[in-house]
């Protein structure tokens, strides 16, 4: 929600807010990277019809108009990056 009153302001707020988006797209494309990755490793194929459905902006995690914390949980603070899910 847009708090202040001058325009101004208004448009610094969605200019953060679209920085803020553009990083956490840039992160989920390393994400489903490595996950492609580890699945081809694994031999497991990259199915075209699972391809298609990947958007780096189609997560539950990224809200454009909402409230990020930065706050590193401590599994992250070993490589900065979060494990990813076991392979079926």
């Known amino acids: 929600m847009l708090r202040q009153k001058q325009e101004e302001a208004q448009q610094e707020v969605v200019r953060c807010l679209n920085v ?3 990083v956490v797209v840039v992160w989920n ?3 489903a990277q490595l996950a492609l990755q580890r699945q081809q490793a694994a031999g497991l194929p990259a199915l ?3 391809l298609a ?3 780096p902006a189609r997560f539950a995690h990224l809200n454009r108009l909402g409230r990020y914390s930065f706050q590193l949980p401590a599994d992250v603070l070993v490589n900065g990056l979060r494990p990813l899910r076991p392979l079926p």
């Open 48 to 50: 075209p019809e699972h």
């Open 20 to 22: 803020v988006t553009n």
């Open 53 to 55: 459905q990947l958007s």
């Open 29 to 31: 494309t390393v994400y």
